[in-house]
């Protein structure tokens, strides 16, 4: 009987742009102070472009990533973006990423799932795999958030921060790779964290730019609330749905959104910290990229090890959520 096929990571990549923000900066922008941010946070500081685009950084974490698995450009059959700031509203960032990258073969779509998406591009990925319909897959999770970021807003100007992960997923016959995935969403909670126009709902007019409604909004303390149940379920169920329980997790990568969320989550997980990765403190919330730049970093610092469990869970505005097992 032929095995079952798997979706395994085999190449990682990352690029943040060389611009930093430290909260001392930020104190000299707005009303806020280092021990604030890094209290209610765990922020230090974060990454910004100086004009570098969401595909530039894009294009250097997807090179990172086909080196590192031992493929070249026109080796693609799908490249996938997942991201909320896109380089333009059409065409999609992936078809960019595909021209630099010279991946004449391959299909693109961009994806847009908020700071779920990296793990919704994961899902997204493993049902092509597994269907036999494509065998490299290219997956970005990519953002430039400080194009959305209102730097008058004390209260979310300190959370964000811009990058970009990508990994490449291969089919393998091996039980190893991606596990699990669960995905959940709950527009209920919508209003809690948006960008009000731009849309077809508020098309860009001189009132919209002037009422600053092309920023993101954020309910923080409901956002906070909610954040924090739906990564543990969404945690739980893909660990369920592995046939594992939180005994089994030898790291655990929340999306790295506030340090606060992080701990509660685990927490409802019952995870020590020293089984949790953080890299809050260096980024900030890069939305979709964070997943992907923890992944990585977990993976090169020796956190994550050949045979590891690994849970991956985010949460993100629509609300979405989702949560993910591979073994590595």
């Not at 979706?7 to 990549?13: C, D, K, S, V, W």
């Not at 303390?221 to 149940?229: H, L, Q, S, Y």
């Amino acid at each position: 009987m032929t095995k079952n096929l798997f979706a395994q990571i085999t190449g990682l990549g990352m690029c943040v742009p060389p611009k930093i923000l430290t909260n001392a900066d930020l104190e000299k922008m707005v009303d806020t102070s280092d021990e604030w941010i890094t209290q209610r946070t765990g922020i230090k500081e974060r990454h910004l472009v100086e004009g570098e685009t969401l595909s530039d950084l894009s294009v250097i974490a997807a090179r990172e990533a086909l080196q590192d698995a031992g493929l070249k450009g026109e080796d693609l059959d799908l490249i996938i973006v997942s991201t909320t700031t896109p380089d333009m509203q059409f065409p999609s960032t992936s078809c960019l990423v595909q021209k630099e990258l010279g991946a004449k073969k391959a299909a693109c779509f961009d994806l847009a799932a908020a700071c779920t998406g990296f793990i919704y591009g994961l899902s997204v990925a493993n049902q092509f795999i597994i269907s036999e319909t494509y065998k490299n897959i290219l997956l970005i999770g990519g953002e430039v958030l400080s194009s959305i970021t209102d730097w008058q807003d004390r209260s979310t100007c300190v959370l964000f921060g811009d990058g970009a992960g990508a990994v490449i997923l291969e089919p393998t016959r091996e039980e190893k790779g991606i596990i699990s995935v669960y995905l959940a969403a709950d527009g209920n909670f919508a209003d809690f964290l948006k960008v009000p126009a731009g849309g077809s709902r508020q098309p860009a007019t001189i009132k919209t730019v002037q009422q600053r409604l092309h920023f993101l909004k954020m309910r923080g303390n409901e956002t906070f609330k909610v954040a924090v149940r739906a990564m543990g379920e969404a945690a739980k169920e893909a660990l369920s749905l592995a046939g594992l329980s939180s005994k089994d997790v030898d790291c655990l990568i929340p999306h790295q959104a506030n340090i606060r969320i992080i701990k509660a989550a685990a927490k409802r997980l019952g995870l020590d910290e020293d089984k949790v990765f953080i890299n809050v403190e260096k980024y900030g919330n890069m939305s979709s990229a964070s997943s992907a730049v923890a992944l990585y970093e977990a993976v090169k610092c020796g956190k994550v090890k050949q045979g590891s469990i690994v849970v991956m869970t985010a949460f993100g505005s629509g609300f979405t959520s989702g949560g993910c097992v591979i073994r590595w």
